[in-house]
């Protein structure tokens, strides 16, 4: 009988800066930067863990608008089409919405976290996704490395 956990993963490179891509034009972003912009902490219930956890970092909606992605109404629609891809230094990948990460347009909060519980994220690698919506963890990636916009044309 192994001795790991259920949820027990191999670890993985450590993530330490976040390529942003929008409109194909990539931005890549420290955690010092990241650090240095404002704030947002979020309290999710981890439901592997059991325990309240609260990260603090960017939103992403914020991170999207400073780096390219137009908010006026001309690209309301285009925005309502886009997704981005989310991926971390195993290859792990998952997908949201735009509109679910634009604070505007959806009530929940997605953060490009750097810290949990005023601690750095230690296994879990300098950056980790967080969304305070979601029920389960699946999409909460750690050693995030890469999110890209993409248009579901
Ligand atoms: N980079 C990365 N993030 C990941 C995963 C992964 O395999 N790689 N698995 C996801 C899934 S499916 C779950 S359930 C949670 C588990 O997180 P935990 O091990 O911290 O409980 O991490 C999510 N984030
Ligand atoms: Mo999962």
Do not use: C
Request: proline content about 5%; charged content about 20%.
């Amino acid at each position: 009988m192994s001795a790991m956990t259920e949820h027990a993963h191999p670890p993985a490179p450590q993530s330490t800066t976040l390529t942003l891509t929008v409109d194909g034009k990539a931005t890549v972003l420290t955690v010092a930067e990241l650090s240095a912009m404002p704030q947002k902490a979020v309290t999710v219930h981890n439901e592997h863990t059991k325990i309240d956890e609260t990260y603090s970092g960017v939103l992403l909606g914020d991170l999207l608008e400073k780096y390219g992605l137009p908010a006026d109404q001309a690209h309301h629609r285009t925005a309502l089409r886009s997704y981005i891809v989310a991926e971390g230094t195993d290859k792990y990948w998952v997908v949201y919405s735009v509109a679910e990460v634009e604070a505007s347009a959806h009530n929940a909060d997605v953060i490009v976290a750097t810290s949990m519980d005023g601690k750095p994220l230690g296994a879990d690698g300098q950056l980790k996704l967080i969304d305070s919506a979601d029920k389960k963890p699946h999409r909460w990636v750690r050693n995030l490395t890469a999110i890209t916009v993409k248009s579901a044309d």
